[in-house]
């Protein structure tokens, strides 16, 4: 219940801040508080997704889950991105890509693609962080990428083999009680 609520609020004061003409909408404390509210909603949204990946058998759908968090993560850091261009308009050099005249989406669809590219830890270098804060989310965001993906499949591979040797045990047990009741005639 929690997570709708979180997630409510958040969509109203996205669209309030992107959408409606109202100028107290446009400051920058009010943008900040809903990328604020809506980067509360997708880490929650994958911290829940996480738990459920990590508590459950390794399949299909545990796969497809655990690249959605991934990609959640991405987009988080993303919009803690734009915050930081929101308070700093100086944060992140585009290095010519983005004319300071361009439209909101379009700079968030380039700092979607410098997230996932600091993400996977690719770097093309046509994005940088300048300030120190933007800088450190760069890495934090790089070493969570590495984090993530080493633990998590490390995790998969514990589930599978935990899963088969599951289903080994009753097979085997299984095939000694009917060798025992052959002998036994």
């Known amino acids: 219940m929690k997570?709708?609520?979180?997630?409510?609020?958040?969509?109203?004061?996205?669209?309030?801040s992107k959408v409606v003409p109202f100028e107290p909408f446009h400051m920058v404390a009010f943008q900040i508080i809903a990328n604020g509210?809506?980067?509360?909603?997708?880490?929650?949204?994958?911290?829940?997704?996480?738990?459920?990946?990590?508590?459950?058998?390794?399949?299909?759908?545990?796969?497809?889950?655990?690249?959605?968090?991934y990609l959640l993560i991405g987009v988080v850091f993303a919009l803690l991105f734009l915050s930081c261009l929101e308070i700093n308009p100086d944060?992140?050099?585009?290095?010519?890509?983005?004319?300071?005249?361009?439209?909101?989406?379009?700079?968030?669809?380039q700092l979607i693609y410098f997230s996932m590219c600091t993400l996977?830890?690719?770097?093309?270098?046509d994005i940088v962080p300048?300030?120190?804060?933007?800088?450190?989310?760069?890495?934090l965001e790089a070493?969570?990428?590495?984090?993530?993906?080493?633990?998590?499949v490390a995790?998969?591979?514990?589930?599978?083999?935990?899963s088969v040797s599951a289903k080994q045990v009753p097979e085997a047990a299984n095939s000694e009680s009917s060798a025992d009741s052959v002998n036994d005639c």
Do not use: P
């Open 3 to 16: 997570v709708i609520a979180i997630a409510t609020v958040g969509s109203l004061l996205w669209t309030c």
């Open 37 to 69: 509210s809506i980067i509360l909603f997708l880490a929650t949204t994958a911290w829940l997704m996480l738990q459920h990946i990590l508590y459950s058998e390794a399949d299909h759908n545990t796969i497809c889950g655990a690249i959605c968090v």
């Open 91 to 109: 944060s992140i050099s585009f290095n010519h890509i983005i004319k300071n005249d361009v439209h909101e989406h379009e700079r968030l669809a």
């Open 120 to 125: 996977t830890t690719l770097g093309y270098g």
């Open 130 to 139: 300048i300030a120190k804060f933007s800088r450190t989310l760069a890495w």
């Open 143 to 152: 070493m969570t990428g590495q984090l993530y993906l080493a633990i998590l």
């Open 155 to 162: 995790r998969l591979v514990g589930l599978q083999i935990a």
